[in-house]
């Protein structure tokens, strides 16, 4: 019998368990994304999702927030269903995608005011909340600038501002620091410490080894849809037999790709040779 989950509405919120997911399957037509995924997130904690270009870790968070329907497998957060529950969840999670989307003709003004009506936001809240993160964020020059006219780096900090603004106990974050510049970079992970020391949680992926090592109290790393290592960075250290093992060396051993980088540099300085001029 298929696990797919039923279409009822979930019990409960439950602060236990901030994601609980088990078996997770998500298939694209006959293509596999992501092949039987477990892991859970407690309140406290910052779970790093980690894997090459194309493991299933962005799939795995859009399913998380209730964007895409799994094929298989039970997810859920705090304790509800991310499907059948969308709306309750909206309220609990701050989400930063992968690419981020805003509409072209607003300012930041008005799409922060948009992002909090929609969020039922007390203004005032909402109004000094956004005029604190728009400081840190060193926005203040754009805040009547209309989104297209806004450099890449720029939308990703917008972005994060909105996912943040209405202090959602659960944070998803699809590379988050993807395009910040040092400062802002800095400021997030330290915010992101802040989230953990008052009990919320954050799943998030990252290329950037410096910053799982630095932030998370757990890491998973998929590759092809499927779970090869998890636990702290010191139990993977030991899972590798590395006492001085770095993240990045862990992740190319236990994803099998560190003789491969080794060829493949070779084989490039090969097929490049000498500089000529
Ligand atoms: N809409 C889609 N239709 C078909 N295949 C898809 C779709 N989205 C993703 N895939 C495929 O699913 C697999 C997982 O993609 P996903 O975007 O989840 O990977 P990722 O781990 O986030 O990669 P990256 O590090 O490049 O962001 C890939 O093989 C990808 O090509
Ligand atoms: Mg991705």
Do not use: W
């Amino acid at each position: 019998m298929s696990k797919k989950q039923d279409r009822k509405a979930s019990g409960p919120i439950s602060t236990s368990t901030a994601i609980k997911v088990e078996d997770l399957v998500k298939n694209y037509g006959d293509k596999a994304a992501v092949r039987g995924l477990s892991f859970e997130v407690k309140p406290g904690e910052v779970y790093g999702l980690l894997g090459p270009n194309g493991a299933g870790k962005t799939t795995t968070l859009k399913i998380v927030t209730g964007l895409l329907d799994p094929t298989d497998g039970n997810v859920s957060v705090f304790g509800l269903n991310p499907v059948n529950d969308a709306v309750r969840i909206k309220s609990m999670l701050g989400y930063v995608p992968e690419t981020v989307q805003l509409y072209d003709s607003l300012s930041i003004r008005e799409f922060l005011q948009f992002v909090a009506s929609i969020r039922r936001m007390d203004p005032q809240t909402a109004n000094t909340r956004a005029k604190e993160l728009i400081k840190a964020f060193d926005l203040e020059k754009y805040f009547d600038t209309p989104a297209m006219a806004l450099s890449a780096g720029t939308k990703q900090k917008i972005a994060v501002i909105s996912a943040l603004i209405h202090n959602p106990p659960l944070l998803i974050l699809d590379e988050p620091m993807s395009g910040l510049d040092v400062r802002s970079s800095r400021i997030l992970k330290d915010h992101l410490t802040y989230h953990i020391k008052r009990g919320g949680a954050i799943l998030f992926s990252t290329h950037i080894m410096e910053v799982a090592e630095r932030i998370c109290t757990r890491v998973g790393i998929i590759n092809q849809g499927k779970l090869v290592a998890e636990g702290t960075v010191k139990e993977l250290r030991e899972l590798v037999h590395e006492a001085g093992a770095s993240l990045e060396e862990i992740f190319l051993h236990v994803t099998a790709e560190e003789e491969g980088v080794a060829d493949t540099i070779k084989v490039l300085e090969e097929a490049f040779g000498e500089r000529e001029v």
